[in-house]
C-alpha cells in the first residue's frame, strides 16, 4: 500500500493559539510545556545545578553566625537581630545540618550528625550546639526568598563579585558559597524586589553598588521607622540615605533637594522605586519624599516624578539641591526633578542605546536628555496604551526593549510599542492577580540559548500558591514561544565559576547533553542564576536534563513503613497533584527500591495541603521506606513535557479524512531516553493509548524510543537516528500528544535524560469523505 509522506522539518514555530489546531502551520504547537524550539529542532527544557560543590551549603543564601569551640559547641542569644525566626530554616556546622522543625522556645533541631545537642527558638533566635565539630563556622541559613540578584562591576573583566538579596539582607557569593554582605538590613515583604545600580561615588573611578527595594510604610502619610531607605556600597560597607533605626533624616547624607539655609536640612528623598544614572547624572524614578517637618515627617508619593542629581558624584554636599536652593555655603547646580504629564505610576526603565525607555503602568514614555544645563531633561510620551506591570520583567535588546504589561508582551523600539506574543494572544492574562502576582514577574535574556525566560505565578495554580509557578520561554532569533513549570522568584548573572572538571561536577554523562569543552563549563563563562522562595540560588543549564534539588524537605511522616504514601513538609512549596519528586539525602531513611525497577526511585504527589506547606506522595517504586528521618533532605521536580501538535489532515481541501499509518521521528540518539507519543482522533481529545488498551486492540506502545534499538547494532555509532510509531487510525484529523507516562516519570533513567527531536515523516492517505 502506498502512502503519501509528508516531512516537518525544520522546526520553527512553536507554541500558537492564536488559531485552531487545526489551521495551525505544521511546526506549530497547540502546547508546549518543558520543551521548547531551539535552532530549527525540538529540545527539552533547561535543567539546574547547584553553585559550587558543597550542594545546599553552597548554594543557600546564608550568615555566619558563629565559630565553634574546641569542644564543638556554640550559642547566643539571637542568630540576627532582624531576622525572622521560622520552622524550614537551617543550620550547618561542617557537613553537619540542622534543621528547623518545630515553633517555640528551645526546640530541638533535626540533625544529621553527631552533635548531642541542637536546638533553637524561633521565638527570640537563640541557639545552641554542644558535641559539634570543634573550631568550624556555624552557618544560618534565614529560607527567605530571593528578591534580587546582581553583580557588583569592580574587579577583573568577566569575574564580577555576585551579590543577593532576600526579603532582610545582602549576600555575597565567595567561591565557596554565599555569605552575608556587611550588615545592613531590609524590611520588605515578599512582593518588595531589590533594584540595583553600579555607578560612581565621590570619585569618578569609585564603583557604588545603589539597592533600594521601594518598601514604605505609607507611601502618602506620615513616616515610620520600618520605612527602608535607599542603601548604598562603598566596597567596604552599606551605607543608608537615612538612619534605619529611627526613620529620621541624618546630616552629610546626600539625598537632600531642598536645603532651608542649614547644610543638608529640609526635605529628603527616602526612597525611589527605580535609581538608573544617565548622562552623567543619576536619576531616580517614582519618588518618596519626605518633609523633614519634625518627628518622622510626612511622606509624599510622586509616582510619575524623575529626579535627577547634579553632572557629577551623587554624593556631593549639593548633588541633589533643586535649581536656586542654598545651604549658604553651598549652592545648586541644577538639580532638580521633572514629573510625568500622567498621573500612573512608573514601574520600569531601560535603555536603547542611549535613549531611556520609562514603563509606567498603561502607558511607554521617554526620557530626553536635551544638553541644557537648567532643563537637562524632557518627558516624551511613545505609547498611551501600552505600558508595564511588572518592575524586573523589562529585558534590554541592542535595538529593543521587551516588557511584560498588562495587555501583552511589549516591545519598544524608541519610537513605537507593540505586542510580540500575537502567537499566544491569551497567555499574558494567565498571570495570576492575587498576592501580588503581577509584580513578582521577573525576566532575563539568555545569550547563550538566545532565549528570553519570564518567571510568573500562573492563575491555573492554585489560589493559595503566592510564588511563580511557571517560566515564560521566548525565542528572539525566530519569535516562538514555550512554558516551564518552575518556582524562581528572580534571576541574575554570574561569572566567577571555575573550570568544571569531573570530580566536581554535579551532573551524570547521561544528564548533560553538550560537549564536554563547550564554553558554558569554561571559567567566567557568564551563566544564568535563579533565586527561588527557600532562598536557594541555582545555575540554570540548558544543556544538563534535571531540575536541581533546591527544596528543604523539613519533615517526614512515614505514613506507612511499607509501599503506600508518604508525607513530606515543605515550606512554601508550589506543587501540584500530578507532579513527580525527586528526593535526595534523605539522612536517616533506607529506601529499599523494586528489584525490578533500575534507577533512582521518583515519586508521584497525590495530596497536597498548602495551609500546613504538606506534599504526600506515593511510593510504588518502592519495597519499603523506614528509619528516621534525620533532615538536610531536598526535593525537586521532575519536569514532565506535554507537547500538543496541530490536528494533521492534508486532505482536508479534498473534503477526505485522514489516515494515519506511522510517524518516523528524526531524534538525537541518547543512551536510555523514550517518549510516549499518544493520539487523538478528529477533534476529541479521546486517548486511543487508554482506548485500546481497555478494548485490547492496541498495535504497539506507542513508545518513541530516542536509544538505539539493541537489533540494530550500527545505531550505536550514529548521533541521530530515525524511528517509527505506529498508530494506524482514522479521523477527520489527528493530534498527537507527546508526553511521559507516570510510569516514565517515575523512572529516572528516562525522566533525567534529555531529548531533541529534528523532524517527523508522517505516512498518511486519505480515506473516506468527510461527514
Known amino acids: ?100 522543625t518545630t515553633a517555640g522556645a528551645v526546640q530541638p533541631m533535626l540533625k544529621t550528625g553527631a552533635t548531642t545537642t541542637a536546638t533553637y527558638s524561633t521565638t527570640d533566635g537563640a541557639y545552641n550546639f554542644v558535641g559539634a565539630d570543634g573550631l568550624t563556622a556555624v552557618y544560618f541559613y534565614p529560607a527567605e526568598p530571593v528578591m534580587g540578584l546582581c553583580n557588583y562591576e569592580v574587579g577583573t573583566i568577566n569575574n564580577q563579585d555576585s551579590i543577593a538579596f532576600d526579603t532582610r539582607f545582602a549576600y555575597k557569593y565567595s567561591g565557596t558559597g554565599w555569605t552575608r554582605l556587611g550588615t545592613a538590613y531590609w524590611r520588605g515583604a515578599d512582593n518588595n524586589f531589590v533594584w540595583t545600580c553600579n555607578w560612581r561615588g565621590i570619585l569618578s573611578d569609585d564603583t557604588i553598588l545603589f539597592a533600594t527595594n521601594f518598601q514604605v510604610t505609607n507611601l502618602s502619610g506620615i513616616g515610620t521607622i520600618t520605612d527602608d531607605p535607599i542603601w548604598w556600597w562603598t566596597g567596604a560597607a552599606w551605607t543608608a540615605g537615612f538612619d534605619p ?89 541644577h538639580a532638580g526633578w521633572i514629573d510625568a504629564p500622567v498621573k500612573e505610576n512608573i514601574i520600569s526603565a531601560e535603555f536603547i542605546k542611549d535613549r531611556l525607555i520609562v514603563y509606567f503602568e498603561q502607558s511607554t514614555w521617554e526620557i530626553v536628555y536635551t544638553g541644557n544645563a537648567l532643563k537637562p531633561f524632557v518627558w516624551q510620551r511613545l505609547n498611551t496604551e501600552l505600558g508595564s506591570q511588572a518592575q524586573f520583567s523589562s529585558v534590554p535588546f541592542d535595538k529593543v526593549v521587551l516588557t511584560v504589561g498588562n495587555t501583552g508582551v511589549h516591545a519598544c523600539n524608541g519610537l513605537n510599542v507593540e505586542r510580540v506574543d500575537q502567537k499566544i494572544p491569551d497567555e499574558i492574562f494567565k498571570i495570576k492577580n492575587k498576592n501580588e502576582g503581577v509584580e513578582r514577574v521577573a525576566g532575563i535574556r539568555d545569550y547563550y540559548t538566545e532565549m528570553v525566560y519570564w518567571t510568573f505565578p500562573d492563575a491555573e495554580s492554585p489560589n493559595d500558591f503566592i510564588y511563580p509557578t511557571r517560566v515564560l520561554v521566548y525565542n528572539y532569533k525566530n519569535g516562538s514561544w514555550a512554558f516551564n513549570d518552575d518556582c524562581l522568584t528572580v534571576f541574575g548573572y554570574f561569572e566567577q565559576q571555575t573550570d568544571t572538571t569531573w570530580d566536581i561536577a ?23 542564576i535563579a533565586g527561588n522562595q ?127 499509518a506511522k510517524v518516523d521521528f528524526y531524534v538525537k540518539k541518547t543512551d536510555a531516553g523514550e517518549l510516549t507519543v499518544d493520539y487523538y482522533p478528529s477533534t476529541s481529545e479521546l486517548s486511543m493509548i487508554a482506548q485500546g488498551t481497555l478494548s485490547g486492540s492496541q498495535l504497539g506502545s506507542n513508545i518513541l524510543e530516542t536509544k538505539p534499538y539493541d537489533t540494530v547494532p550500527f545505531e550505536i555509532k550514529q548521533t541521530k537516528i530515525w524511528h517509527s510509531v505506529y498508530f494506524q487510525t482514522v479521523g477527520e484529523n489527528i493530534q498527537f500528544v507527546i508526553t511521559l507516562t507516570d510510569e516514565q516519570l517515575t523512572n529516572s533513567a528516562i525522566a533525567f535524560e534529555g531529548f531533541i527531536i529534528d523532524g517527523m515523516i508522517l505516512y498518511t492517505m486519505p480515506i473516506y469523505r468527510l461527514q
Open 1 to 100: 500500500m502506498a502512502y503519501d509522506k509528508f516531512l516537518i522539518a525544520p522546526i520553527n514555530i512553536g507554541l500558537q493559539t492564536d488559531t485552531e489546531p487545526w489551521l495551525l502551520p505544521d511546526d506549530a504547537y497547540a502546547r508546549l510545556d518543558n520543551a521548547y524550539i531551539w535552532r530549527g529542532r525540538m529540545r527539552k527544557r533547561f535543567g539546574s545545578r547547584h553553585m559550587g560543590a558543597l550542594g545546599q551549603r553552597s548554594s543557600r543564601l546564608r550568615i555566619l553566625i558563629d565559630t565553634t569551640t574546641a569542644g564543638g559547641n556554640a550559642s547566643g542569644a539571637t542568630v540576627e537581630a532582624n531576622s525572622t525566626y521560622k520552622v524550614g530554616q537551617m543550620f550547618s556546622i561542617g557537613a553537619e545540618l540542622f534543621t528547623v
Open 245 to 333: 533605626a529611627t526613620g529620621l533624616a541624618v546630616n552629610g547624607v546626600s539625598w537632600f533637594f531642598a536645603p532651608t539655609g542649614a547644610l543638608n536640612t529640609g526635605p529628603f528623598v527616602k526612597t525611589a522605586r527605580i535609581i538608573i544614572p544617565f548622562h552623567s547624572r543619576l536619576l531616580l524614578l517614582n519618588t518618596v519624599e519626605n518633609d523633614n517637618g519634625g518627628g518622622l515627617g510626612v511622606n509624599h508619593h510622586y509616582g510619575n516624578r524623575c529626579r535627577y542629581s547634579i553632572n557629577g558624584s551623587p554624593f556631593a554636599v549639593n548633588a541633589w539641591y533643586e535649581t536656586g536652593k542654598t545651604d549658604g555655603a553651598n549652592k545648586s547646580l
Open 506 to 528: 554535579v551532573m551524570t554523562w547521561a544528564q548533560y547533553d553538550a560537549l564536554w569543552t563547550a564554553g558554558i563549563l569554561q571559567a567566567n563563562f557568564r551563566q544564568i
Open 534 to 660: 527557600q532562598g536557594f540560588v541555582i545555575i540554570i543549564n540548558a544543556e544538563i536534563n534535571k531540575n536541581a534539588d533546591a527544596l528543604q524537605i523539613s519533615k517526614v511522616e512515614l505514613a506507612t513503613p511499607a509501599v503506600g504514601l508518604v508525607r513530606l513538609t515543605i515550606i512554601d512549596h508550589t506543587v501540584s497533584i500530578g507532579d513527580c519528586l525527586s528526593l535526595a539525602n534523605m539522612n536517616g531513611l533506607t529506601i529499599v527500591r523494586d528489584p525490578l525497577f533500575l534507577g533512582d526511585p521518583l515519586y508521584m504527589v497525590t495530596a497536597i495541603d498548602i495551609a500546613n506547606h504538606t506534599v504526600t506522595i506515593a511510593t510504588t517504586k518502592t519495597v519499603s521506606i523506614t528509619g528516621i528521618y534525620l533532615g538536610g533532605g531536598l526535593a525537586s521536580r521532575v519536569s514532565r513535557p506535554k507537547i500538543l501538535t496541530k490536528r494533521f489532515n492534508p486532505y482536508i481541501k479534498s473534503a477526505q479524512n485522514v489516515y494515519i
